[in-house]
């Protein structure tokens, strides 16, 4: 079954206490992007990425990395988290070669900080 | 840079009726625009894209939407809704020609009552 897999869907941590959200597709889509959801803001992009090795910020970059070694993974980074980085998490993945590719979400990651 | 408007935030319809949301966007070139919706609890799906072409576009669940190029609208319809289209909405645009970034519009919630 073609899917967007993430990992953990339910995550509390602490302040500052390091974690990684992982994301695996099985579609062999070029395209990933992390994006977050909070209430009245939509869906804000973290980063993308347009192919292995290639990444680049989106709208809300500041305190998330993310790294793309593998076609198929995406993990997103928190390094040190904070309270205001509590939000649901989406990843997502996209073809190249298709015109107006549209965007298959993982099953979303809400992460709370505390 | 692109951006999306989705003045409705919060929609109540009774079963049967009918529906439109309204979508603007602002981009000073060509491009594609999607819908897509979030059940309660779930991850996005899209519902229908825009890229050419025919300005009324059909989608899953007997929703369409309608592109007006001279008002940069792409408000999305359906004739009679259920019970079961309640869920969040989502519109997006991307500017046109392979994967560009994705705006998402701040979505808006539509309630049915049976």
């Known amino acids: 079954e073609a899917q967007v897999t993430q990992n953990p869907r339910y995550l509390i941590t602490v302040t500052g206490k390091k974690l990684t959200v992982t994301c695996s597709q099985n579609m062999n889509h070029e395209y990933m992007s992390w994006y977050r959801q909070d209430p009245g803001l939509g869906l804000r992009q973290i980063y993308y990425s347009m192919n292995v090795e290639v990444t680049d910020k989106g709208d809300v970059p500041e305190g998330y990395k993310v790294s793309r070694k593998e076609k198929r993974n995406f993990p997103l980074i928190l390094e040190s988290p904070s309270p205001n980085q509590t939000s649901l998490y989406f990843c997502?993945?996209?073809?190249?070669?298709?015109?107006?590719?549209?965007?298959?979400f993982g099953q979303g990651t809400r992460l709370t900080v505390v | 840079a692109q951006s999306v408007s989705q003045h409705n935030h919060h929609v109540i319809l009774s079963e049967a009726a009918s529906l439109e949301l309204g979508c603007n966007y602002s981009y000073g070139g060509t491009v594609n625009l999607f819908w897509y919706v979030q059940y309660p609890g779930q991850h996005l799906q899209l519902l229908l894209k825009y890229f050419s072409g025919d300005p009324l576009v059909k989608g899953i669940k007997g929703f369409e939407a309608e592109f007006i190029k001279s008002k940069f609208s792409f408000n999305l319809r359906k004739p009679s809704v259920q019970w079961s289209d309640t869920a969040e909405y989502f519109c997006?645009?991307?500017?046109?020609?392979?994967?560009?970034?994705?705006?998402f519009g701040t979505g808006t919630k539509l309630q049915v009552i049976p």
């Open positions: 997006a645009v991307t500017p046109s020609g392979g994967y560009q970034k994705v705006t």
């Open positions: 997502a993945s996209s073809p190249q070669g298709v015109r107006a590719p549209e965007a298959f």
